[in-house]
């Protein structure tokens, strides 16, 4: 028995040391492959030029700003408390490069910006960071959410041992020190405070504004996935109490702030596609629970749970966040919204990632698991990413970024068919060396070691000019195993989205044939767009069919492509 906890614990440990890396800042996210400096990013050839206006065209700038609002593409893992993810020229290039109009703030920390107690009312805020990167961003045009965290050192409540139902020993010393928790009696006001201060610096209502501030910011979230005790400490009622603090504080500044329930999660594997799991992906689903760890049998069913009683605080949230995204989970939550009594509350994705599914050792049912269906060489594709020196890393590092860019495509059209408003992607990069944690070494926009884009940074570019001024996105009859997404976007123009996904697992060595494929087409010619999947590849390349008797014929792989009437080209 003593060996079996032991066993337990320390695999408990490592999964919280593997989960707290990808939710705190990390110093080596913009840093050379010994991590010792910033490391740069130098234009590739083929770079987009900057599409974005300058804000010296007042005129052009806040046209786009007003247009950025209802996009629904942004980046996740941005950690401004850390100066490394305030490099402006970083954050310039990134942008012009992926497109995106969104960004989540990560972590944004009570502690990190009023350290000091508070002196006879007094309070000491420090907004120099998250000042700096909302200046940033906004000279972009990008508009911002910012996930808060509540833990501080001379406010937060003592933490009882019996918040913790499965970490014991070093495991749970260490989440104590950074799991969040309600503030002591005496200094809930000071919360309040803080939250208030916080909305009215940067709501652009003319009130104790930031200086320099271009437009305001009104989405803010509370608290990061608290129904897992590695973030939070309380129950769901205390969590309750937290919530209806914030968002009373956040609306005595500013009536027109949105704020978001931490991120859920379901205890099922819903469809990718659809509801359900189509039988392939069953199978997948069913052959792998049993390797589900004995911790995660337990945390998921307690987390589902803790998630269904936050989520009817319905009053005291606007929109709510569905994390790792599929058709089958927004579906499911959307449905569970309305038996809360929530009604039709808007949906967020706030973190969802740029991979393609490599099963992760931990299995953990929604998030490592999903019906996407993994190769059944995962496991060895982890560890070799993970390695530029390996002999097979060119080979598989090629493969798995094509594969990357098919999956990012893949995971956008279900969520915003399922209909998530917003979708934040991360991480904003990756780095491959032996230190890599968990999924750090494979699911980025852009490499920290090599110092390049990866070809998933400018096909979520393409995505985000192909759907740009999205209005609505529907699914069409299709052939087993196609997909076909017709999108509705400005000025009532029609983008297809075709899609190809048989649900097997293929290891590297066993691409899949061309498959042909026919659709309704009512344009003469049709203009193809195939996404951005090879290394150094910075731009689509395009082809024209012609449509015959009202059908076009297309040969589809795993690669998805965009469809447009050819008479694009001349407008």
């Known amino acids: 028995m003593r060996k079996r906890l032991i066993a337990r614990n320390l695999k408990v440990t490592l999964l919280i040391l593997v989960t707290v890396s990808c939710t705190v800042p990390e110093s080596r996210l913009y840093s050379n492959q010994q991590g010792l400096e910033p490391a740069k990013a130098p234009p590739q050839p083929g770079a987009p030029v900057s599409k974005t206006p300058s804000p010296a065209d007042r005129q052009a700038f806040d046209r786009y700003v007003m247009e950025g609002w209802d996009n629904p593409f942004g980046v996740d893992y941005v950690f401004v408390h850390d100066k490394k993810y305030r490099n402006l020229e970083i954050v310039n290039e990134f942008v012009e490069v992926t497109g995106v109009r969104w960004v989540n703030f990560s972590d944004v920390g009570w502690r990190a910006i009023e350290s000091r107690k508070p002196v006879g009312g007094r309070h000491f805020y420090d907004w120099s960071g998250l000042d700096e990167a909302t200046k940033q961003w906004q000279s972009k045009g990008v508009h911002i959410l910012s996930t808060l965290r509540f833990r501080n050192p001379w406010a937060t409540a003592p933490i009882k041992d019996e918040a913790f139902l499965y970490l014991r020993g070093g495991a749970k010393w260490f989440v104590k020190q950074i799991t969040d928790y309600l503030p002591k009696p005496e200094h809930m006001q000071d919360l309040r405070d803080f939250?208030?201060?916080?909305?009215?610096?940067?709501?652009?209502?003319?009130?104790?504004?930031?200086?320099?501030?271009?437009?305001?910011?009104?989405?803010?979230?509370?608290?990061?996935?608290?129904y897992h005790e590695i973030y939070w400490a309380g129950t769901a009622q205390e969590y309750g109490v937290l919530l209806r603090e914030c968002y009373a504080a956040a609306r005595r500044a500013n009536p027109k702030v949105k704020v978001l329930l931490a991120g859920a999660q379901l205890e099922e594997v819903p469809g990718f596609y659809d509801r359900e799991p189509n039988e392939r992906s069953r199978a997948y689903i069913q052959a792998n629970l049993p390797h589900v760890l004995p911790y995660a049998q337990e945390l998921v069913p307690r987390g589902f749970k803790v998630c269904k009683e936050m989520m009817r605080f319905c009053d005291a949230y606007d929109i709510f966040d569905a994390r790792w995204p599929s058709y089958g989970v927004i579906a499911k939550w959307r449905d569970l919204l309305r038996e809360a009594g929530c009604g039709d509350k808007p949906i967020w994705c706030a973190e969802m990632y740029a991979w393609h599914p490599l099963q992760d050792e931990h299995i953990t049912p929604q998030w490592s698991l999903s019906a996407d269906v993994a190769p059944s060489r995962s496991a060895e594709y982890r560890q070799i990413l993970r390695k530029p020196n390996d002999k097979m890393f060119a080979e598989i590092n090629t493969w798995y970024r094509r594969m990357q860019a098919a999956s990012l495509v893949r995971q956008c059209m279900v969520a915003l068919h399922a209909g998530a408003q917003k979708l934040m992607i991360g991480w904003p990069a990756d780095w491959q060396n032996l230190f890599s944690i968990s999924t750090a070494a494979h699911q980025g926009f852009w490499s920290a070691t090599f110092k390049k884009f990866w070809p998933v940074a400018y096909t979520y570019r393409?995505?985000?000019?192909?759907?740009?001024?999205?209005?609505?996105?529907?699914?069409?009859?299709?052939?087993?195993?196609?997909?076909?997404?017709?999108?509705?976007?400005?000025?009532?123009?029609?983008?297809?989205?075709?899609?190809?996904?048989?649900?097997?697992?293929?290891?590297?060595?066993?691409?899949?044939?061309?498959?042909?494929?026919?659709?309704?087409?009512a344009a003469r010619e049709a203009r193809i767009t195939h996404i951005i999947a090879e290394l150094d590849q910075t731009a689509p390349r395009v082809e024209h069919r012609k449509a015959e008797s009202g059908k076009l014929r297309l040969e589809m792989t795993e690669f998805p492509v965009f469809i447009e009437p050819a008479d694009i080209d001349a407008g």
């Open 462 to 521: 393409l995505l985000n000019e192909k759907l740009d001024g999205l209005q609505s996105c529907v699914r069409l009859p299709a052939a087993p195993y196609f997909y076909l997404y017709e999108c509705t976007v400005r000025h009532g123009r029609k983008v297809l989205v075709a899609i190809y996904d048989d649900h097997v697992g293929r290891n590297h060595d066993q691409p899949l044939a061309p498959v042909k494929v026919e659709i309704p087409f």
């Open 195 to 226: 939250m208030t201060s916080l909305v009215e610096r940067y709501d652009g209502d003319g009130i104790d504004d930031m200086p320099g501030l271009r437009y305001p910011v009104l989405h803010y979230q509370i608290g990061n996935e608290y």
